[in-house]
Structures are given as structure tokens and as C-alpha cells.
């Protein structure tokens, strides 16, 4: 499975702007996709993931700014993301997993000025 992330970019305090990843390959078994994101000096953490029959997990410091969705492309997932912080700097991974292994896409940066 290949992830492919797009999006991201430079933004000021409230702005918005939405992420993108698509699966490729061996995408039958994937049963989740999501966001993680890692902000320098700190570790990796969710934003949002979504599972196959639709579940939503969501960090606490997101809900009521990011919005995860299905893409209308099969195994592709968004990320929207409005009323954007200054600490919501960071590089985003798109995220997938199996029953067997979890993948993870290349980083996309974030950056949210003041």
C-alpha cells in the first residue's frame, strides 16, 4: 500500500485549508485511514481517522475545526481543516492500516502564522 498525500501549505491564524491522500496498491484490506501529525520537538499524534463502516476518532484539540471525510475517489480520505491555530503547526502524515500493518505516507507541512 502507497499513501500519497497533497495540501498543506502556509496559512494565517483562521484561515482554512484541507489535506488530501490516496491509497494505491494492495488497498482491498485497508479498514482505516486517517491524519497523524507531528509539530517539532513533540511526538506524533492523531488529528482524525475514519474506519471502514465509518467510524470517526478525532483528537479533542481538533473537534468543531477539522472535518475527516471519504474522498469521491474509493480509498481516498480528506482532511478540512478551518479556523486554523498557530499550534496546529506541524507536518501531517497520512495514515492507513490492515489487520496486518499499518502504513504511513510522506509528511506534508502545515504552517499556520499568527
Known amino acids: 500500500v502507497q499513501l500519497q498525500a497533497c495540501g498543506g501549505g502556509l496559512v494565517q491564524a483562521g484561515g482554512s485549508l484541507r489535506l488530501s491522500c490516496a491509497a494505491s496498491g494492495s488497498t482491498i484490506n485497508i479498514n482505516g485511514m486517517g491524519w497523524f501529525r507531528q509539530a517539532p520537538g513533540k511526538q506524533r499524534e492523531l488529528v482524525a481517522a475514519?474506519?471502514?463502516?465509518?467510524?470517526?476518532q478525532k483528537s479533542d484539540s481538533v473537534k468543531g475545526r477539522f472535518t475527516i471525510s471519504r474522498g469521491s475517489a474509493e480509498n481516498t480520505v480528506l482532511l478540512q481543516m478551518n479556523n486554523l491555530e498557530p499550534v496546529d503547526t506541524a507536518v501531517y502524515y497520512c495514515w492507513g492500516k490492515t489487520v496486518r500493518r499499518e502504513y504511513w505516507g510522506q509528511g506534508t507541512l502545515v504552517t499556520v502564522s499568527s
Open positions: 475514519i474506519g471502514r463502516g465509518g467510524y470517526i
